[in-house]
């Protein structure tokens, strides 16, 4: 399984770094996944994640790169779409904002659990969970726009904002709302996963 992940990774970063749409914003773009990637390699023997997590991972991975190759604005599936349902502008980037959210809350869970931040309820680790993504959601705003103060019209591309006056707004909340949908439908079968990790500890 492990090295399927890897051939994945790899054959998804290749496609994306041949002739991307915009070199410069590739780089911002996919930046994370391969800091991603160091880590989980670092990482992989003194604390493997579930099955689960380092597939989400992955997932959040791909969407990156596909992202950084053809810049958010200009998926071209996300332009059929457009057309097809006549929207003002290419969403490729919410489904980014929305994985933001999603793949990260069971991340979080995850270190939650494990280190035992949070033993009290769990309520209490829904909500500390939630307050993470937002955290992280409206830090990963302040960089987009220490990039955009920082470059000039070369992180435009990087900004995707489209136009659209409430993107900030919009992406930190379509974050939001996908933790929220995470933690609905992923929380069983993770703590399930999680429980695998716990037993084989014990052995």
Known sequence: MKYIWLDIYALVFVWS?????????WFLEVV?????MLILALSYKSFRLTPLLYTLILIHMIILMVGGHYTYAEVPLFDTIKEMFD???NNYDKVGHLAQGFIPAILARELLIRKEVVTASKLWLNYITLSIILSFSAFYELIEW????STGEDAEAFLGTQGYVWDTQSDMGYALLGGIIALLL????HDKQ????????KL
């Open 17 to 25: 770094a041949i002739d991307p749409k915009d070199q410069f914003t």
């Open 32 to 36: 994370p996944a391969m800091i991603g």
């Open 87 to 89: 929207q003002a502008r």
């Open 146 to 149: 220490w990039v955009a103060l």
């Open 186 to 189: 992923l929380s069983k079968y």
């Open 194 to 201: 999680l429980s695998n990790i716990s037993i084989k500890k």
